[in-house]
């Protein structure tokens, strides 16, 4: 149990800094997404980053390392299954992942990818500060290191999944993997329109002692506008701390938990939390556990974390 709950915080972790990280690069973003998207798939490419450094890719990448694995799970969805040859400890999708060579966590092991021969590090703003030191070792060790950026809603995971083609030669499996995603949202959404009493709901995103939830300006938080619904943390920024009194006060009608896959019985523990049985989702059992990897990740999956919340919030609207 201790080690389930250190990968939770772990991961948490990692989601917070999202959150930090973002007000550093937010301003800068969308005009590096839009440099992006001006490169062909002819190499070499100059891609500029999140980090805005100016990545250049000699030639299609033929061994990919993955620090994150929401990039792991971009780059399998572009066919790059087989270019993959080392991923975190965190990845777990697709299945194929249990096969590849893994690198460590947050703190990997530098050594061990550059002994990978990679012509490609997929990064992520989310940590890039942390290990700075270690992916500038990568760098003088002459591998592209290409940092993705922050993930604040969906606009952002579309322009991440261009810029990891655009990175790897895989255009126009690029454009066919965003449309499919579009076109699902649009449907979801198309069926959401016809909802009229907004249902209040939290989520939760790691259990006590730490309880955290989503506010504003995240794509958890997009996810709930994109279905109709009211986030009772919506009036605060970025990932926050949990006051259970203002939660309690808020009342929520539906409870959301995205930890179950490190934690026993994340519904029980919010139903029996002292000073929760007078909330409205407690009362009526409306506490969900939702896949937490499909909910946390910015990626593919990201619209399945979506639809998936629609049939636990609204199981009559979405059968």
Known sequence: MKKLYSLLLITLLTIVLLAGCAGATKQTQEGKQADSAKVTSTFPVTIKDALDNEV??????????????????????????????????????????????????????????????????????????????????????????????????????????????????????????????????????????????????????????????TGKNTFMDEMLASIQTKNVAGDQQGWIKVDQEAIIQKNPDVVITTYGYYVKNPVEQVLSRKGWDNINAVKNKQVIDVNSDIMNRPGPRVVEGVEALAKAIYPDVFK
């Open 56 to 213: 250049v890719i000699k030639q299609k990448p033929e061994r990919i390392v993955s620090l994150m694995p929401s990039n792991t799970e971009i780059a399998y969805s572009l066919g790059l299954g087989k270019e993959i040859v080392g991923v975190s400890d965190y990845d777990n999708y697709p299945e194929d992942t249990r096969n590849k060579e893994k690198i460590g966590g947050q703190e990997f092991n530098t050594e061990k990818i550059i002994g990978l021969k990679p012509d490609l590090v997929l990064a992520h703003a989310s940590s890039a500060l942390i290990v700075k030191d270690a992916l500038k070792q990568l760098k003088d060790a002459g591998i592209p290191v290409l940092v993705i950026a922050n993930a604040e809603n969906f606009e952002t995971v579309y322009n991440t999944i261009d810029m990891i083609g655009k990175a790897t030669g895989t255009n126009k499996k690029t454009d066919e993997v965003i449309k499919g995603m579009k076109d699902k949202m649009a449907a979801i959404q198309e069926k959401a329109a016809s909802i009229k009493d907004k249902k209040k709901v939290y989520i939760e995103v790691s259990p006590a002692p730490d309880i955290y939830t």
